[in-house]
């Protein structure tokens, strides 16, 4: 920073910052590992589909190189109703505490399903989830080796003429991204609207999470 410069006059405030939400709930890693098991089991098998059609497209044995193993819904497995409940109660505190009012509408859990990431390169490119309004991450297998959440500034008017960040390490608004380094049985909510992705894995340990997402819909009497 230079230094040369006069002091700043009045206050910075910084308006339209995006939430998030991070807790820890390591009792629920092992019931709910149990119960994803079979479930990405029959993912892998559905895999095993994809990756005969992409090496008959290449012309080559890719493997399983940057795949995503993706279960069916989750959202009526019975013995998942402690975590649904959970999600559900801390996603209607996390639209109250950031100021809107959910006084008049209903919670409907439109998706929750697992994800394993394959032996090596499983990845997400930048995206996000429209039509609902907040989604998240429960991890169940990931270690310091493991691929890492990314968060991408949601701003498209911050993206039309960039300055570069002075201190990359920083997550201020001069941020572009920022990362997460995932911890098991961790929890990450955040607004919808807010793109994300995961970086590429390197297939030393598994990295397995529980993702969803979740809409408030007016009542109607």
Known sequence: MNKDRPPSLGETNIYFGSPLKRWMAPELVKPTNKVCDPYIKKAKTLTKIAIKERNKLYKRDLKDFGMSHHSSTLIREPKLEEL????IEQSCRFIEDTGFNIDNH????????VQEFATKGGHHIPHLHPNTHVGGFFFLKCSDNTSMPVFYDPRPGALMNRLPERNFNNIDPASYAFHFKPAVGQFIMFPSYLSHGFTVDNGIDPFRFIHWNIEFVPKHD
């Open 84 to 87: 649904r409940k959970m999600i």
């Open 106 to 113: 209903r919670v409907f859990f439109r998706d929750l399903w």
